[in-house]
């Protein structure tokens, strides 16, 4: 499956931006849509922070495990999840911008490493629902931000 990039500017520093999302825990506050039972092990923030969480989707009991394996401040961060029982590996990179007239641009890239047969057919579908999942965590990312 080709890779689902979504993008969000913020009007705070990159340094900021980056202070934020390397805190793992921060990620359920505008994520919970998507996830909940969030739980955390390692280190705080960078390389090493892990978290479990279970996926919140119409009967399904999935719990998928992120790790932060990359982290170069303050331009990226890079966490690779787990799921379906190790048959899905993900990596997702988020990329801050400086712009021109001050704040970030945040980008979210979700690239799929390994994924069930099934996923792999309805590839089209799974995109569109990344897309707009992930579209809606950087827009509650974006307000958390903006909010202090």
């Known amino acids: 499956m080709k890779p689902v990039t979504v993008s969000v500017d913020v009007p705070k520093s990159?340094?900021?931006?980056?202070?934020?999302?390397?805190?793992?825990?921060?990620?359920?506050?505008?994520?919970?849509?998507?996830?909940?039972?969030?739980?955390?092990?390692?280190p705080r923030a960078g390389v090493g922070a892990k978290a479990t969480a279970r996926?919140?989707?119409?009967?399904?009991n999935e719990v998928i495990s992120i790790e932060v394996v990359e982290a170069d401040p303050p331009r990226r961060i890079v966490e690779e999840d787990i799921g379906a029982r190790g048959r899905r590996r993900t990596r997702?990179?988020?990329?801050?911008?400086?712009?021109?007239n001050g704040g970030t641009r945040?980008?979210?890239?979700?690239?799929?490493?390994?994924?069930?047969?099934?996923?792999?057919?309805?590839?089209?579908?799974?995109?569109?629902?990344?897309?707009?999942?992930?579209?809606?965590?950087?827009?509650?990312?974006?307000?958390l931000l903006a909010s202090g």
Do not use: C
Request: hydrophobic share 45%.
């Open 92 to 100: 997702g990179t988020y990329t801050l911008e400086e712009l021109p």
């Open 14 to 42: 990159r340094e900021d931006v980056y202070a934020f999302l390397d805190v793992l825990a921060n990620h359920e506050a505008f994520t919970d849509h998507l996830m909940d039972r969030w739980e955390f092990s390692g």
């Open 106 to 143: 945040i980008s979210f890239e979700l690239a799929s490493l390994e994924a069930p047969r099934l996923e792999q057919v309805g590839a089209p579908l799974s995109r569109a629902f990344i897309r707009r999942a992930n579209g809606k965590a950087m827009r509650r990312l974006a307000k």
């Open 55 to 60: 996926v919140r989707a119409p009967g399904s």
